[in-house]
Nanobody, 122 residues
């Protein structure tokens, strides 16, 4: 059974930074694309970033390029999301997800974590 556990969320002031982590089990982590999505109440889950199994390819939502960085450590079965220069509009529940092929569509992913809340105060 696939299990994805996010951590690292919290309350931060605008302009601050957070690093989210997602540790996976029950899958062959090193052959899975890992992605981050986020969701606010009443809105659809939106793509944030993804990273290929090797870490050689990354992709970001256009609005987040330059502020967010995704990385992974296959030895630790963990994917990270470094978030800098945070804005109040970044407030959301952040989810990690896994699948074997690249996709930025949340409907393509079957395996999800429980999410971690990020709140950015102005």
């Amino acid at each position: 059974q696939v299990r994805l556990v996010e951590s690292g969320g919290g309350l931060v002031q605008a302009g601050g930074s957070l690093r989210l982590s997602c540790t996976a089990s029950g899958l062959t982590f090193s052959t899975n694309v890992m992605a981050w999505f986020r969701q606010t109440p009443g809105k659809e889950r939106e793509f944030v970033a993804l990273i290929s199994w090797s870490g050689m390819r990354t992709s970001y939502a256009d609005s987040l390029k330059g502020r967010f960085t995704i990385s992974r450590d296959n030895a630790k079965n963990t994917v990270y999301l470094q978030m800098n220069s945070l804005k109040p509009e970044d407030t959301a529940v952040y989810y990690c997800a896994a699948r074997e092929e690249v996709s930025d569509s949340p409907t393509s992913y079957n395996d999800w974590g429980q999410g971690t809340q990020v709140t950015v105060s102005s």
